[in-house]
């Protein structure tokens, strides 16, 4: 009998059955989209399991990234990381922005704040971070670089559903958060993300603008975009934050075993979280060093792919690689070093809550046999 593919994340998915009444009361109201039931009871269960006051929903999470910089009227240039996936950049682009890429950091792949001023310009108005795996940035840091050049910030927090620093959500810093409810996240509505604003006045905006400019049946107060999250949508997200700690749990676990059999071996390394973090387990990269370890990340790449198991290369190649933005003056490799060398490394290996622990255990064994 033929083993099933293993590919890097599989969504954890409710019984059916537990499903079925919600459709049952989408069919019977006939309110499919357009702030129903559902999608009041799922920004409002979000605020609270996530410790912010105002959350908004959205289909996906890359229209909240082009939503969050229309929000904030933000043009010119926004300084950000190559070193993501390529919807954060996107965003940018799609707004009429220059993206200007500033180096991450060697230990945490997050937005190197030592480098950021050193990108700004009279034309900069914003900063676009990434909590990358959902290791947060250096906030403090970023928010007095911005309060000094009076710029604002966006956070990419798509891999940072539930994470906190402190004991404080990451969803707090910056002007606005956006997080995504993509299939491969931790939490996840099919299709889905959300903006997180700190006031009423900027949710009201943000609402608007998801919903064509509309401010009533007769007024368009901007030019928006039809951004909404349907009912099913978000049925599904409230069937799915029921046992959202415990998928969290199982995925830690899965991680747990990964860093017990691999950890310690040269050559090999992981992403070690910043200090006072609650992390959601959102991904496992292990980092390659081809010189030391002797086999290199492509070659582990494609010894994983021949047993049928898909590893990933997040996040190679750099966003700055691309045609659409390689021209770009920040996108030099002279200008990009720690970000060239990790790209180059890091392989995300699969992890989710029913991965089968023997199946780590053969992962680990292609990877150093």
Known sequence: MKKEPIYVTQPSMPELDDFI???KEIWGSKWLTNNGKFHKQLEDSLCEYLGVKY?????????ALITALQTLRITGEVITTPFSFVATTHAIHWNGIKPVFCDIEPEFMTLDADKIESAITPKTTAILPV?????????????KIADTYGLKVIYDACHAFGV????????????????????????????????????????????????FGFADEETVVAPGINAKMSEVQSAFGLLQLKSINDVILKRKEKYDLYRKLLEGRDGIRFLDYRTSVKPNYAYIPVFINEKVFGKSRDKIYNDLRDEEIYARKYFYPLISQFPSYK?????SKENLPVAEDICREVLCMPLYPNLDNKDIKKIVDIIIK
């Not at 959350?55 to 229209?63: A, D, K, P, R, V």
């Not at 993509?182 to 006045?201: C, L, N, P, R, Y």
């Not at 021209?327 to 996108?331: F, G, K, R, T, Y």
């Open 164 to 211: 906190e620093i402190n004991g404080k959500s990451v969803l707090e810093f910056g002007e606005l958060s956006v997080l995504s409810f993509h299939a491969t996240k931790v939490f996840t509505t099919f299709e889905g993300g959300a903006i997180i604003s700190h006031d009423e006045k900027t949710k009201k905006r943000v609402d608007f603008l998801k919903n």
């Open 21 to 23: 009444p919600y459709l």
């Open 131 to 143: 909590h990358i795996y959902g290791n947060p940035c250096n906030v403090d840091r970023i928010s």
């Open 55 to 63: 959350l908004s929903l959205f289909s996906n999470g890359t229209l």
């Open 327 to 331: 021209n770009l003056p920040s996108a």
